[in-house]
Nanobody, 124 residues
Framework: QVQLVESGGGLVQAGGSLRLSCAAS????????MGWYRQAPGKQRELVAT???????NYRDSVKGRFTISRDNTKNTVYLQTNTSKPEDTAVYYC??????????????????WGQGTQVSVSS
C-alpha cells in the first residue's frame, strides 16, 4: 500500500504564508508526477500546481507568482509554499502522486494516490 500524509495547514491572515508538506510512504518503485489540488465549500476540486520528478512545474493562473511547488525526491515529499495568501485561497488542500508499483515481480503499474487533505483558512 501507499500512503500520502499531508501537514502544515492552518489559519493565516491575508498576505501571510504557509508551507504544506506531503510525504509518501509504503511499497513502490518510483514516484512520477506530484501535485496539489484544493476544494472550497460548494466548489469542485481544482488543480493548484504540479511538479514532475525532474522538477518541471505547472500552476493555475490565480496562484502564479504567489505559490511555489517543490519536491525532495530523497524524502518522497512534495511541498507547497503559499505566499501572499488571499481569502479566496481558503480550501481543503489535497496532494496526489502517480506511483509506480510492482505486482508480484510480474508487472509494474502506475497508480494515482491522494492524501487525506489539510485545511487552509485565510482571514481577511
Amino acid at each position: 500500500q501507499v500512503q500520502l500524509v499531508e501537514s502544515g495547514g492552518g489559519l493565516v491572515q491575508a498576505g501571510g504564508s504557509l508551507r504544506l508538506s506531503c510525504a509518501a510512504s509504503g511499497s513502490f518503485i518510483s514516484i512520477g508526477l506530484m501535485g496539489w489540488y484544493r476544494q472550497a465549500p460548494g466548489k469542485q476540486r481544482e488543480l493548484v500546481a504540479t511538479v514532475t520528478n525532474g522538477g518541471r512545474t505547472n500552476y493555475r493562473d490565480s496562484v502564479k507568482g504567489r505559490f511555489t511547488i517543490s519536491r525532495d525526491n530523497t524524502k518522497n515529499t512534495v511541498y507547497l509554499q503559499t505566499n501572499t495568501s488571499k481569502p479566496e485561497d481558503t480550501a481543503v488542500y489535497y496532494c496526489n502522486a502517480v506511483v509506480e508499483r510492482s505486482y508480484k515481480g510480474v508487472f509494474n503499474r502506475s497508480e494515482l494516490y491522494w492524501g487525506q487533505g489539510t485545511q487552509v483558512s485565510v482571514s481577511s
